[in-house]
């Protein structure tokens, strides 16, 4: 598998990390709410709603990760096709229904990542 590959594959997981302690931890935070556009109100009311959300990131994340260690190659290459697959739905999905911003934030980086283990595949 490619370096580059490996290193996009990781900074796929290491977004999802983020993005899970924006959701659970900061959601109600000055800088969970700048980073998802909304007010204290808003935040206050979402909150439980957000820290789910944050929990999937982190099992997209635990995914990846799973699949940069695991010592079998042909097994850690399924892995990352399912996982970055995921993450890619996810980002459009949310790019359609929740912010445009998503696509670029998500799905883009997951797409890069996704072709570049297909070709290094």
């Known amino acids: 598998m490619s370096i580059l590959a490996l290193l996009l594959v990781a900074l796929v997981a290491l977004e999802h990390i983020y993005i899970l302690v924006l959701e659970m931890f900061l959601w109600t935070t000055p ?3 700048k980073a998802f ?8 009311q979402t909150r439980v709603m957000a820290a ?13 990760i799973w699949s940069l260690v695991h010592p079998d190659p042909a097994f850690a290459y399924q892995l990352k096709l399912f996982f970055l697959g995921c993450v890619v739905v996810a980002g459009l999905y949310g790019g359609a229904t929740a ?4 696509y670029v934030i998500q799905a883009l980086p997951a797409a890069l990542a996704l072709i570049a283990v ?3 595949g």
């Open 37 to 44: 556009g909304m007010k204290p109100e808003q935040a206050a």
């Open 52 to 64: 789910n959300q944050g929990l999937y990131n982190g099992f997209l994340a635990a995914g990846l």
């Open 31 to 33: 800088r969970g709410m």
């Open 99 to 102: 912010s445009k911003k998503i």
């Open 118 to 120: 297909i070709l290094a």
